[in-house]
């Protein structure tokens, strides 16, 4: 269909979520999901500005990046980013229940979502107190004496290098905390309101753009886990 | 419009966006475009005033070669707050967000923008970064340029970093909800007909503008995250001590900031765009290429951004690569500028006040576009960097391009807007006031920095001081050429004579509504069977005591 | 379009987030196989599949009525790609550092 002005005129006595300056329930309906998807964008960019500096401190301190990263645990790292796609296939779910105005199921996958998205949390936390007892959390306390095993030849990384790496760590994982207990939180409003009737398969565009927001911030995670978990893990 | 039925109104007189409520609530709590845009002006215009009171402290410290008005900190605060105001709540804000806001809908003949909740958003958060920055001046200022390079702002400034950081934080997402609003706006709410080759340009420009807005804005955002984080926890993200590079700090800095200068000067070249062609009364030459330009303008303005860095230590061959992409830029400004020269051929060219400003912004940014591909060139650009040259040049693109867009839109749309027209005489009068006073203010910048003058010092060699007191000359004339619209303005609300829907005889479909427009523009949405700039089939208007 | 309109079946939801953990047990596989240089390429390829697929089929742009979301999409990783490798055309040609 064309992008434009649709035809078709719906008006607010068929569609009470209809707003005003609408001319169609499509229209609508399209026009958030555009918002959506730009507001997707600005994402990108915001952690693109992390990336950005991640990239190039990497390759400028290659080794104690690597020391550094080898000091976070591979496991509760694999185990977050199964959370996380096993809670996008629930988020799919919701939307599709949706769409077939199956309101329980609804409720009850955005309820399974939030509840994934709180264990991501929770193992965060554990990472995160971890940190704290072995004095890899920047600041005056932080203490970082372990070396890069290059093939078995141990060459020592300067502390300040390593630091900067847990730096970015914990900006970038916390900026991703952050989007996901916003997620959470948005998801639990769309619950209670999906609970009392809301939602209908010709009204549910709230649940398909925080759906949407969801999956970014999976796919965020995508890559956060290579790039800070493993660093020269072979050697 | 298949039309929903209204009860028809018990009111005789009929209502339009300003007449529809007089509360302080109706006006804090709309969401009708045209309003936020009037909300925007006010806001807009005090922080105009507020960077225009520092710009005179500076010209007024200047004026002699001793430092006698303020010590060397403070003048660091004063030039801080003046660049900080006029770039994030002036420049960036000042067409898009009023003219803008108040047109995009109007043009396209739409109800309104898309979200007209984040809209009425975004002015708030506007207001709330307003309110952080004015708070950091009150509390001392900070003195570390607009740009917050690192490691002085992260290590060294004792002053209120963070919080200016905050508030540019804020005002980043006002702008980026603005931007979002703009282009789903833009695809979605177009009334049926209106195909993108017919649309105005300056929704192409304010559509570019957007673009830059959302790509770029995020940058800025987290780099000053990360600025505030490591201020605050001691990181060393910046710090070459700890490992990290200052220099990232200036390429994500300019990966915003370099665009950032895209989203004021486009939106302008959209008004100007409008102004040629109404006042040359002839479709715009070449109106494909200069709509595709403003989106040129906006992709390559993000590949050129370390020009700024060319003297701080960057790969010479990174240099060499973004100096050669640089003249890229030129490219389409350029086009533009011809083509509005093209469009004065053979036009049947009236001189009304929008269209003085109109020729002055032409010149002026022609001056500061060209002066720009010297300083692209990595020579010349090695001899005047940090100069008032470099001053200048952005005065000429910012002052004389952005500002004298913006006043010649609001001259041209007042009467949209108010439903009244100015007064023409004194209008000219104060356009001639602002090319002057612009001129002296600047021009002599450019003999200054080029024999040596630095930017950002309080006092300056005694040979320097002819130069430097027409320029406080030329900022003192220039004052009052931004003040007396500001009179005439609010005279003609009450006293200015009716305007009528279309006073100019122009294309577009804003005028083919009642002025001041109804709340929601149209009273039936408009159907375009017509082409952009029509104006072989539309009657010249020849009683406006224009020259033909 | 149909309101009911499904692009993705609940059967192949699943399968697909099936495959991403594969994929992701994968990657941690591989990250401890000496590569050499190809240790982060491979790691990134094998994200880029996973958020490609993420985007294509959860994110419904694959199958879309309108190319426009794609646009949107690709500009965005675009000029996140301008911002690495321009800052990288600085950083990996400096001759003094």
Redesign the interface.
């Known amino acids: 269909?064309s992008?434009?002005?649709a035809?078709a005129?719906d008006?607010?006595e068929s569609h009470p979520q209809l707003r005003?300056?609408f001319?169609n329930m499509?229209?609508q309906k399209?026009?958030a999901?555009?918002?959506m998807?730009?507001?997707?964008?600005?994402?990108?960019?915001?952690?693109?500005?992390?990336?950005?500096?991640y990239?190039?401190?990497r390759?400028?301190?290659f080794n104690?990046f690597a020391a550094a990263s080898q000091q976070l645990d591979?496991k509760w790292g694999?185990f977050n980013?199964?959370v996380l796609?096993?809670s996008?296939?629930t988020?799919?779910?919701a939307v599709?229940a949706a769409?077939?105005g199956n309101r329980k199921q609804l409720v009850g996958y955005l309820v399974i979502t939030v509840l994934l998205g709180l264990t991501f949390l929770g193992v965060k936390a554990i990472e995160y107190k971890e940190k704290f007892e072995k004095h890899h959390v920047?600041?005056p306390t932080f203490a970082f004496t372990n070396t890069f095993d290059d093939?078995g030849k141990q060459i020592p990384v300067?502390p300040?290098?390593a630091?900067?790496f847990f730096?970015?760590y914990f900006?970038m994982t916390g900026?991703h905390a952050l989007h996901m207990i916003i997620g959470c939180g948005l998801f639990s409003v769309l619950a209670v309101l999906a609970w009392k009737g809301h939602y209908s398969?010709?009204y549910y565009t709230p649940i398909e753009n925080a759906?949407?927001y969801w999956?970014?911030v999976?796919?965020i995670w995508?890559?956060l886990?290579?790039?800070l978990y493993?660093?020269?893990?072979?050697? | 419009m298949a039309t929903t039925v209204i009860p028809a109104q018990p009111i005789s007189r009929p209502t339009n966006y300003l007449t529809n409520g007089f509360t302080l609530k109706s006006w804090l709590l709309t969401t009708d475009h045209k309003r936020i845009a009037i909300l925007y002006l006010i806001s807009v215009t005090l922080f105009f005033f507020l960077g225009g009171f520092f710009a005179m402290l500076i010209r007024l410290e200047l004026l002699t070669p001793q430092g006698d008005l303020m010590h060397a900190d403070s003048y660091n605060k004063v030039f801080t707050a003046h660049g900080m105001i006029m770039v994030f709540f002036f420049l960036i804000p000042v067409v898009p967000a009023i003219l803008g806001n108040f047109l995009v809908p109007l043009m396209i003949g739409a109800k309104d923008l898309a979200f007209p909740r984040i809209n009425l958003l975004s002015w708030y958060l506007y207001i709330v970064a307003g309110g952080i920055m004015i708070h950091v001046l009150l509390n001392g200022g900070v003195d570390t340029g607009w740009t917050l390079y690192s490691p002085f702002s992260t290590q060294f400034s004792n002053t209120n970093v963070i919080e200016a950081g905050i508030a540019i934080f804020i005002v980043g997402f006002s702008s980026i909800f603005t931007g979002l609003n703009f282009i789903v706006t833009v695809h979605r709410m177009r009334a049926p007909g209106l195909t993108w080759s017919r649309l105005p340009l300056f929704i192409w420009a304010q559509y570019a503008t957007s673009l830059i807005m959302i790509l770029g804005t995020p940058v800025i955002a987290i780099t000053t995250v990360m600025l505030a984080v490591e201020r605050l926890f001691h990181l060393g993200i910046f710090d070459p001590k700890l490992g990290g590079d200052p220099l990232l700090f200036q390429h994500l800095f300019w990966f915003y900031s370099h665009p950032a200068v895209y989203i004021m000067i486009l939106p302008s070249m959209g008004v100007i765009s409008e102004l040629i062609t109404c006042f040359s009364h002839k479709r715009v030459f070449g109106y494909k290429i200069v709509a595709l330009s403003s989106i040129a303008i906006a992709v390559i303005g993000f590949l050129v951004w370390a020009h700024h860095m060319f003297v701080t230590g960057i790969s010479l061959y990174a240099a060499l690569i973004f100096s050669f992409i640089t003249f890229f830029v030129g490219v389409p400004s350029a086009i533009k500028v011809f083509n509005w020269t093209a469009t004065l051929y053979r036009g049947s060219i009236s001189f009304a006040t929008p269209m003085l400003y109109a020729f002055g912004f032409i010149g002026l940014f022609t001056i500061g576009g060209l002066t720009g591909l010297f300083l692209a060139s990595l020579g010349v650009d090695v001899h005047v960097t940090d100069t008032y040259f470099v001053v200048s040049h952005f005065h000429y693109v910012m002052v004389g391009g952005v500002v004298m867009g913006y006043l010649g839109g609001m001259h041209f749309w007042w009467p949209k807007i108010s439903g009244r027209m100015y007064p023409e005489g004194w209008a000219k009068l104060s356009a001639l006031f602002v090319f002057v006073g612009f001129n002296l203010t600047f021009f002599p910048q450019f003999v200054l920095g080029y024999v040596g003058m630095p930017r950002r010092y309080w006092q300056y060699p005694p040979e320097f001081q002819v130069l430097n007191v027409l320029s406080t000359a030329g900022a003192s004339v220039l004052a009052v050429g931004y003040l007396l619209p500001m009179v005439y303005f609010a005279w003609s609300l009450r006293y200015g004579p009716i305007a009528g829907p279309n006073p100019w005889n122009a294309a577009g479909l804003e005028w083919k509504t009642a002025s001041p427009p109804p709340t929601f523009n149209f009273d039936e949405t408009p159907v375009v069977t017509w082409e952009a700039y029509n104006y072989d089939e539309i009657e010249p208007k020849l009683e406006d005591g224009g020259i033909r | 379009m149909s309101e009911h309109e499904h692009v993705t079946s609940r059967a192949f939801s699943i399968a697909l987030g099936i495959g991403l953990l594969v994929l992701t047990a994968i990657t941690v596989k591989a990250a401890f196989i000496n590569l050499g240089a190809f240790n982060p390429v491979v790691a990134l390829l094998i994200a880029t599949v996973k958020a490609t697929l993420v985007v294509l089929f959860f994110m419904h742009v694959k199958g879309a009525s309108e190319k426009l979301t794609s646009v949107v999409v690709i500009s965005g990783f675009f000029f996140l790609a301008i911002l690495l490798s321009l800052s990288l055309a600085d950083y990996l040609t400096r001759s003094w550092r």
């Open positions: 269909m992008d434009s002005h035809t005129v008006t607010a005003h300056h001319a499509e229209q399209n026009t999901s555009l918002g998807w730009l507001f997707l964008v600005t994402e990108i960019m915001f952690f693109g500005g992390l990336f950005c500096a990239l190039i401190y390759l400028m301190h104690a591979i694999a980013t199964a796609l096993v996008s296939v988020v799919v779910l599709r769409q077939d920047p600041g093939n300067n300040k290098e630091e900067l730096s970015l900006a900026m398969p010709g759906g949407l999956h970014l999976d796919i995508i890559y886990f290579p790039l493993l660093i020269s893990r072979h050697s």
